[in-house]
């Protein structure tokens, strides 16, 4: 299943730099400006077939990239660990003596996660 438009420009910010130069720029106006293959083939001077398989070697060559270094998704887990060990430490500030140890816990198993 193709990722949605979010996803792939999130993988576009990680990993854009290592496109080609027609790549990048029709990714970019196709996923982040909305723009038509029609629109950037008459933009750029070429066809629409020429953009559209600059397009689908982008998004290709972005999904290899995060299946080989898995930057974005450590990124999103990171961020969801980050929002847990806030949560809990607001949970600290409230937390009855007993409760602590249960936060504790929970905290070091959030550390854990990101090894």
Request: aromatic letters at 4%; proline letters at 2%; one cysteine or more.
């Amino acid at each position: 299943m193709k990722p949605d438009k979010l996803t792939m420009s999130l993988l576009f910010d990680c990993y854009g730099d290592l496109l080609t130069e027609k790549q990048r720029d029709c990714f970019d106006l196709y996923c982040n400006q909305d723009l038509t293959l029609a629109e950037i083939a008459e933009l750029q001077g070429t066809s629409r077939q020429s953009v559209h398989d600059a397009v689908t070697r982008a998004e290709a060559q972005l999904l290899r990239l995060e299946e080989v270094t898995q930057g974005l998704s450590r990124e999103r887990k990171t961020a969801d660990v980050v929002r847990q060990i806030r949560a809990l430490a607001e949970r600290v500030r409230t937390a009855a003596p007993e409760e602590l140890l249960v936060i504790a816990g929970e905290l070091e198993r959030a550390a854990e996660s990101l090894r």
